[in-house]
């Protein structure tokens, strides 16, 4: 009898034992994410299409005229610009406005604003809006409303800037309404004027704001009047030709700058390291050598034809980390590990920038060290933001020669860790909130689930590169371990995490879902986890990302980008994507890291 119960005893053991063998044999994580990789490659194009400049239809953002580039500069003279702008109702709007040298407005013929002098142009440029020097109020009636302006140039600068003021790109609870903007309404103008531009311009005229000329008592078309040194008539300002992105989808392109196509970049650098295969390492190569090359035509864009939003115009002078330390991840991740390249100058003057940046360009909390915002309202703490720097100050650490600066950039990675804790992890629930008012500490806001994606995230990068003698590495290290034994109690069955963590009724969602995988799996590696309790979760939440890829390298069930906000509905309701790089960057580096720690299993 006791022979057999033995027999038995070792035969259920040899069961378990192939049971567990076979679940790490039959993942294979990294061919699931070599399929999102091939499937880039294919895909990118790496390239601008040339477009004509984006006509907005509704006057909810910037809008300018370039008189200069129309008429050109050089003599003193004053110009006209006209547009109608339309409402459903009668109401009174606030536009701001920016301009050089002096300048008036009417609106339905009375006038509006006036301002003399010689100003320059003050636009002040923050994290995702624009600020103008002046405002005035307007009452629009019901219908079409004729708008106006006429500029004067001492012979330098001559452009009008408008705008509604800004929101701050805030969560608002009810839907706000614009005016249309354009020549649609205008008579005798036909549908394809229209369609080319908002606004119709004429000039130069003789010098003298207060001069009064004819289009201030009536618009005619048809007749020429005198101008500076010719007759004019009305016309169109000049068109430019920007270059914009290729197939671009709700939520993006898979090579634009931002931080999450960077990510793709970083993890592509690292899934070639995994497999020793080029081609995922090349990809990242052409997408960093597409942004670095492409620069100064940015630039220009920016700067000379003024498309302040025209494409990866957020590389020149972003205040936001989205746009600066968190795309140039695999920047310095190449000049790491890779000497001696074509152009590796130019990789080092922009590392060197954001270097620069990263310790006194980004706005900290007072008192504090730790990265903060303007938006939606000063000052934000955002838990997205433990990734978008945290990464890049210990990349930064390990690229720095000087051990000064290397201490500098570990010290100020973990000090930020810490302190991006007391604004934004909620001690009683062990979850991180999106975001945290400064001046309204006490709004808690949702838990959605990328967010706490992006903390825990950071917190691996810095265990994994921070000296363990560090005085701060051990209360990183405790409370890695605490987040991450509080976020396995909300894995659902399948081994999906909920968009909205503790609110079941809220969709699985794949970013957030790959972010816990991966950073249990770089726990479990690391020997931050207990093996035992973690490798079923890490295996559990693999296999639900894995069913959301296709053959084909489709992901699927991605949350779009997302605001931070009060109301827990707006994360309830947010848009999922396919292939929304947010994800598939987090998938592949979810890939990576489960690979690994399987591979470590089977020594």
């Known amino acids: 009898m006791k022979k057999?119960?033995?027999?038995l005893l070792l035969g259920l053991l040899l069961v378990n034992v192939g049971m567990a063998q076979s679940v790490k044999e039959d993942l294979h994580p990294v061919d699931k994410i070599k399929q999102i990789g091939d499937k880039l490659i294919r895909e990118t194009p790496f390239a601008y299409r040339l477009v004509l400049t984006a006509r907005n239809q509704r006057f909810n953002g910037l809008t300018f005229v370039d008189f200069?580039?129309?008429?050109?500069t050089g003599k003193a003279a004053v110009a006209y610009a006209y547009t109608q702008l339309?409402?459903?109702?009668d109401t009174v709007i606030t536009i701001e406005i920016a301009h050089n040298d002096a300048c008036k407005v009417w609106c339905n013929q009375s006038l509006v604003y006036e301002k003399n002098g010689q100003p320059e142009i003050?636009?002040?440029?923050?994290?995702?809006?624009m600020a103008m020097s002046d405002s005035f109020r307007v009452q629009l009636k019901k219908g079409n409303n004729d708008l106006l302006i006429k500029s004067a140039t001492s012979g330098k600068e001559w452009c009008v800037f408008i705008q509604p003021p800004s929101e701050h790109d805030a969560v608002l609870r009810t839907q706000q309404t614009y005016a249309a903007m354009g020549l649609k309404g205008v008579r005798n103008v036909d549908s394809s004027v229209a369609t080319l531009s908002n606004w119709l311009v004429i000039g130069p005229f003789a010098a003298g704001i207060d001069t009064r000329q004819a289009p201030e008592t009536a618009i005619r078309f048809g007749e020429m009047?005198?101008?500076?040194?010719?007759d004019v008539t009305w016309t169109i300002p000049k068109q430019e030709i920007l270059g914009d992105m290729i197939d671009a989808k709700p939520w993006g392109t898979t090579y634009q700058w931002?931080?999450?196509n960077g990510g793709v970049a970083w993890a592509m650098q690292q899934l070639s390291e995994l497999t020793g295969e080029k081609q995922y390492n090349l990809w990242a190569t052409n997408f960093c050598d597409y942004q670095m090359n492409g620069m100064p035509f940015v630039d220009y864009q920016v700067n000379t034809l003024r498309a302040y939003n025209s494409a990866n115009a957020l590389v020149i002078g972003s205040k936001l980390l989205d746009f600066t330390l968190a795309p140039s991840l695999p920047l310095i991740y190449r000049l790491r590990k890779e000497k001696d390249f074509r152009n590796e100058a130019t990789y080092k003057a922009y590392i060197s920038k954001m270097m620069d940046y990263a310790k006194s360009g980004q706005i900290r909390t007072q008192g504090l060290t730790n990265y903060t915002r303007t938006t939606p309202e000063e000052y934000t703490v955002w838990v997205d933001d433990m990734f978008m720097g945290i990464p890049f100050l210990m990349q930064a650490a390990q690229y720095s020669t000087d051990p000064q600066q290397r201490k500098l950039f570990f010290d100020d990675a973990a000090s930020q860790l810490v302190d991006f804790t007391k604004h934004v992890y909620d001690k009683d629930a062990r979850l991180f909130m999106h975001a945290n008012y400064s001046h309204r500490p006490e709004v808690k806001l949702p838990y959605w689930s990328r967010a706490n994606g992006w903390?825990?995230?950071?917190?691996t990068e810095v265990l994994m590169a921070l000296p363990k003698d560090h005085p701060k590495y051990k209360a990183i290290l405790n409370l890695y371990r605490d987040f991450a034994n509080s976020l396995i109690r909300y894995q659902s069955p399948e081994g999906f995490w909920h968009n909205v963590i503790t609110r079941n009724d809220s969709p699985v969602e794949v970013s957030g879902t790959a972010i816990f995988t991966m950073a249990f799996a770089r726990g479990v590696r690391e020997g931050w986890l207990d093996k035992k309790k973690f490798t079923p979760i890490v295996v559990k939440g693999w296999r639900a990302t894995a069913s959301e890829i296709e053959d084909n390298g489709t992901v699927h069930k991605i949350c779009v980008g997302t605001m931070c906000s009060e109301d827990e509905n707006y994360y309830m309701t947010r848009p999922f994507y396919d292939d929304d790089t947010h994800g598939s960057f987090a998938v592949i580096f979810a890939g990576i890291e489960v690979q690994k720690m399987l591979d470590q299993q089977k020594k």
Not at 4 to 7: A, D, F, L, V
Not at 122 to 129: L, M, N, P, V, Y
């Open 4 to 7: 057999c119960i033995s027999t």
């Open 455 to 459: 903390a825990i995230w950071a917190m």
């Open 258 to 260: 931002n931080y999450h």
């Open 122 to 129: 003050a636009i002040t440029r923050d994290e995702r809006s």
């Open 225 to 230: 009047y005198p101008g500076l040194s010719a």
């Open 86 to 89: 339309t409402v459903a109702n």
């Open 68 to 72: 200069g580039k129309t008429f050109g």
